[in-house]
């Protein structure tokens, strides 16, 4: 499997914006074809508590009383 993995890291490149592949197919990370695979629920819910966790680390940084906060 890491065979695998590193020809296909190696060969797609890692992109961590959307960006149009060659066959004009929005896509993200190491190829993944978002309009044709999408993400699943689990990806999805992965996503949303990274981000949950990007904005609540900003609150803290910026505004210190956020952590005191219900």
């Known amino acids: 499997m890491s065979k695998i993995v590193n020809q296909i890291k190696r060969d797609e490149g890692l992109r961590l914006k959307p960006y149009h592949c060659t066959e004009g197919k929005l896509t993200i990370g190491y190829g993944r074809n978002l309009e044709d695979v999408g993400i699943s629920e689990s990806e999805a819910e992965a996503m949303l508590a990274?981000?949950?966790?990007?904005?609540?680390?900003?609150?803290?940084?910026?505004?210190?009383?956020y952590s005191k906060l219900s």
């Open 50 to 65: 990274a981000d949950i966790k990007n904005v609540e680390d900003a609150l803290r940084q910026r505004l210190p009383i």
